[in-house]
């Protein structure tokens, strides 16, 4: 009977530290497998806690705000100007020299001599024909001219970031982009606040003869054959828009935002522009159509906007005299 004992006491002494060795290797694979679940499980919690804390760290409103002031007024937001204030002023100079040689010419009184064949009508197709086309050239050479100066000097800063000089064609009836509503919207918006403006001065003979003035240069020219209406077409319709616009609001007032708000930019480069034309009859309408020009500009950063406001306005003026004639 001792002997029985004995040999269970030995099986059992061989047989309990095997379960206990499996049943270790079982409590650690169930150990690591609630280790890693929790470790999988506070990972997740951090992550929520820290898309959580990076919500509410902002005052309530200023993210959203943000969202919806860049969905809403894109149009304030300024341009990323590569170049300096020596390049905006190289390329200005011409302008502004322009600007003040005429005023102090028209101040000394020998501004009707600048322009003697415009005074005295031409009496002959033949003679309109000419004097069309050498308008047209005279300002077709000038308009090379300008733009080579700026395409020269603002070329070494180059590519230029994608609002910049932009011209595209695609999108034209986009209600926030599109060029081509944009631009007869603004037509439509700039002449009704012209015709206000004009209906709420009382001085209104004064007014209308000054601003007939400059226009009597063109009178001679207009409809006088096919040639000269060809010419002056393409020279207010195609050639002015494209050069101004891509001068005064594709330079100048995307220039100026980089040192002041968009709407001061949109001011002074209307008030240089406005000068530029050297119609002081005209000035309060021209500078809030430049205002308008840039807004459309601002809105859009196409610069098709513009030039399309700009067209559609030169030949308004030109079927309304031809009109009147």
């Not at 497998?33 to 951090?46: D, G, L, Q």
């Not at 001219?145 to 000089?165: C, Q």
Request: glycine share 4%.
């Amino acid at each position: 009977m001792s002997l029985i004992v004995s040999v269970n006491l030995n099986i059992a002494k061989t047989l309990i530290p095997l379960r206990l060795h499996r049943f270790d290797h079982k409590f650690l694979r169930i150990q690591r497998r609630s280790v890693h679940r929790s470790v999988a499980f506070s990972i997740t919690r951090k992550n929520s806690r820290v898309r959580l804390s990076n919500s509410t760290e902002e005052p309530l409103g200023t993210s959203s705000e943000k969202v919806l002031g860049d969905k809403q007024l894109p149009i304030f937001e300024a341009w990323n100007v590569p170049w300096d204030w020596k390049i905006c002023l190289f390329v200005m100079m011409p302008y502004l020299m322009s600007i003040f040689l005429t005023g102090v010419v028209e101040s000394a009184g020998l501004g009707a001599s600048s322009l003697p064949h415009f005074e005295n009508p031409p009496s002959s197709p033949l003679s309109s024909d000419e004097a069309a086309i050498r308008l047209f050239l005279d300002e077709l050479l000038k308009s090379v001219v300008k733009l080579s100066i700026l395409f020269v000097l603002v070329s070494p800063y180059r590519p230029f970031p994608k609002d910049i000089f932009t011209y595209r064609w695609n999108q034209p009836f986009n209600l926030q982009k599109g060029w081509f509503l944009w631009g007869v919207g603004g037509l439509a918006v700039a002449s009704s606040f012209v015709l206000l403006v004009k209906l709420f001065l009382s001085e209104s003979s004064a007014v209308i003869q000054n601003e007939v003035d400059p226009l009597l240069r063109l009178l001679p020219l207009i409809g006088a054959s096919n040639a000269s209406t060809a010419a002056l077409t393409s020279l207010l319709g195609i050639m002015a828009p494209i050069c101004e616009e891509t001068i005064y609001r594709g330079f100048l007032m995307t220039s100026l935002t980089k040192w002041l708000p968009v709407n001061a930019s949109i001011a002074i480069s209307s008030l240089v522009f406005t000068l530029a034309h050297h119609s002081p009859g005209k000035s309060l309408e021209i500078f809030i159509f430049g205002v308008v020009l840039g807004l459309v500009y601002a809105q859009t950063r196409n610069l098709l906007a513009p030039i399309t406001m700009h067209a559609c306005w030169n030949l308004g003026v030109i079927f309304t005299l031809m009109y009147l004639q």
